[in-house]
């Protein structure tokens, strides 16, 4: 069974600070994605990371994958009270090579920054 | 374009009772997801449409819930006997292909009480 954690869970910054989330999953899989969430509201595609050491940089987010070490981050530059939301990584299963969209979440990170 | 859509926003009705969720998939998606998200969680996969046809079932949690989508872009999930478990935000999510990224509509807020 594919096992998806975030850490941290909770994540409080200053803004102007830097900070990273990791994503750590417990089978192969060549596809992750990261979802931004705002209260009461749904899912908002941020990136997807398709193959091992891809990064995908938009704004303030950097995201990466290591596949090999079934890892990865959100890095966060400089952060800007817009930021606050939950962030999720999800996983798409490797049927057998094939994915086709049966995606695994994590937890979540809840991040606020503050002035 | 438009997005996914859902409807109701939101339902609350009596334990016991029969509901029918409705997704509205972007036009011309060809894969569409259900998944259900309780508070502080992340979304957990439910079943998955190709098309027509249920290519994965194997997230409903017990045979109340049940899932169609007859002719190959709107989609109802039907839950029969309603449980305050079932209780949750019930999202919904279409791919142009399979395997490709998913958007999410708004989600129907369902509360059993």
């Known amino acids: 069974e594919l096992k998806v954690e975030q850490n941290p869970l909770f994540l409080s910054m200053q803004e102007g600070k830097n900070y990273t989330i990791y994503c750590n999953y417990s089978?192969?899989?060549?596809?992750l994605y990261w979802y931004r969430q705002d209260p009461g509201k749904s899912l908002e595609s941020l990136f997807v990371?398709?193959?091992?050491?891809a990064v995908k940089q938009e704004g303030r987010l950097m995201a990466s994958l290591d596949t090999k070490a079934r890892l990865s981050t959100l890095h966060i530059t400089a952060a800007v009270h817009d930021l606050s939301a939950t962030y999720f990584c999800a996983v798409d299963e490797d049927a057998g090579g094939t994915s086709y969209g049966k995606l695994t979440f994590g937890q979540g990170t809840i991040l606020t920054v503050h002035p | 374009g438009a997005g996914v859509s859902q409807t109701p926003s939101n339902k609350v009705t009596e334990k016991g009772k029969y509901v029918e969720l409705r997704c509205d998939p972007i036009s011309g998606h060809t894969a569409l997801y259900w998944y259900r998200q309780s508070l502080g969680q992340g979304p957990e996969f439910l079943i998955y449409f190709q098309g027509t046809g249920a290519a994965d079932d194997s997230g409903l949690p017990n045979d109340r819930f049940f899932a169609v989508r007859p002719e190959g872009s709107v989609s109802t999930l039907k839950i029969q006997r309603t449980e305050r478990g079932d209780s949750a935000v019930y999202l919904c999510?279409?791919?142009?292909?399979?395997?490709?990224?998913?958007?999410f509509g708004p989600g129907t807020r369902l509360l059993v009480l």
């Open positions: 999510a279409s791919s142009l292909f399979s395997g490709e990224t998913q958007y």
């Open positions: 089978t192969t899989s060549d596809r």
């Open positions: 990371l398709l193959s091992n050491g």
